[in-house]
């Protein structure tokens, strides 16, 4: 019993240093051309599960901070998301805005927040007095 609680302690401890050590570096973005590739990581490639959950983080906090600020009552709305719409939705209409616009060197040289809320802005535009 004690060596089982013992190696239970133990593994725990060395449980954090296990894990794949993914640089912070690979996901810096200054571009929506950076978030459109992380978002798009290969499944073959080594940070792949890493990226992807980056991707659904930047998107996660992106729009909890649009929310937060339209939700002041002299803040528009940028985007009206249907209810039902999950995070994986926002990450796919932001794949296919940026793939088509690959060629549009302004486009894709904005800052990521911008492409992001350009992408779901034209998904889910906001019509009229919409809140």
């Not at 133990?10 to 978030?35: G, Y």
């Amino acid at each position: 019993m004690r060596r089982d609680v013992l190696a239970a302690v133990v593994a725990l401890a060395l449980w954090p240093s296990l894990a794949a050590a993914v640089e912070v570096s690979v996901f810096q973005l200054k571009t929506t051309r950076d978030l459109l590739n992380v978002c798009t990581t290969p499944e073959s490639d080594a940070v792949h599960k890493e990226a992807i959950h980056y991707c659904v983080g930047f998107l996660t906090g992106v729009v909890g901070y649009h929310n937060a600020l339209s939700e002041h009552k002299d803040m528009k709305r940028l985007i009206c998301y249907p209810e039902g719409t999950t995070r994986e939705d926002g990450v796919r209409v932001f794949i296919a805005w940026a793939q088509a616009r690959q060629a549009d060197s302004k486009a894709m040289n904005e800052n990521p927040v911008i492409g992001l809320m350009r992408s779901l802005g034209a998904q889910w535009p906001c019509k009229g007095g919409q809140r």
